[in-house]
């Protein structure tokens, strides 16, 4: 499993946030080697929270399960080899306080010959009109949804979330440098009483990974200074 740097980038975004850091219980859908689920382990010290990593492919469940272990947190982490689907099913009423993915977004592309690849990167397994139903199950009344999704499919996310009352409080657009396009949205969504207020300010802000020279912006370092060790 590749790590991605868009990754990395979301996982310090939300770790920064305050109602993360003090919450008690999260999940982490579709966690691949655990990226997420590490990082938030690593700024919830003070709260102990413990941490639900749900991944449904076994050959990367069994990678971050591995890294779970050999880390200082392996007592906050848990790996359930499993689906959403059943994991929600399952979970007996228990809700949690966050709720943050990096799914599988790829719709209608070209597949690769690879299954365990098509699983972690195609949204067939895991549809998103499925993914936001079951973290909205899962949601404590106040609780926040964190997602990364490209750009492009920023409007659709919040659309079939807002169906499962889960309203858009921020979003943050993600350039790989200023001459481009942004590729990347981390949208933090919040559980919503009915109905959906059409009329919330969405905090909005940007975040270009390079300068002009190619080196990392002081945005992308300060983000990342904790987790990278060359930062």
């Known amino acids: 499993m590749k790590v991605c740097t868009d990754a990395c980038l979301f996982g310090a975004w939300v770790s920064q946030k ?4 003090n919450s008690n219980s999260i999940v982490d859908i579709g966690t691949g080697t655990g990226l997420l689920s ?6 919830t010290e003070s709260s102990k929270a413990s941490i639900t990593a749900i991944e449904i492919e076994s050959q990367a469940a069994a990678e971050a399960s591995s890294n779970f272990n050999i880390s200082k947190w392996s007592d906050r982490l848990k790996l359930v080899n499993d689906s959403i689907q059943n994991f929600t099913a399952n979970s007996k009423g228990h809700l949690f306080d966050i709720v943050i993915s990096n799914p599988p977004f790829y719709e209608g592309d070209l597949k690769s010959p690879d299954a365990n690849k098509n699983k972690a990167a195609h949204s067939t397994e895991l549809p998103w009109t499925s993914l936001v139903e079951n973290v909205s199950s899962l949601l404590t009344d ?3 949804f964190f997602v990364l999704v490209p750009t492009l499919r920023a409007y659709t996310m919040q659309k079939l979330a807002e169906a499962q009352q889960l309203q858009l409080v921020e979003e943050v657009l993600v350039y790989n440098d200023a001459k481009h396009l942004p590729f990347r949205s981390f949208l933090h969504l919040r559980k919503a009483k009915s ?3 059409k009329d919330i300010s969405v905090l909005r802000n940007k975040i270009v990974i390079k300068n002009t020279d190619n080196t990392y ?4 370092t300060e ?3 904790d987790y990278y060790l060359y930062l």
């Not at 305050?18 to 850091?21: G, M, S």
């Not at 590490?38 to 700024?43: D, F, K, P, T």
């Open 18 to 21: 305050t109602l993360v850091q």
């Open 38 to 43: 590490l990082m938030l382990a690593q700024v």
């Open 142 to 144: 106040a609780g926040s």
């Open 195 to 197: 109905p959906i207020d």
């Open 217 to 220: 912006s002081t945005a992308f």
């Open 223 to 225: 983000l990342l200074k």
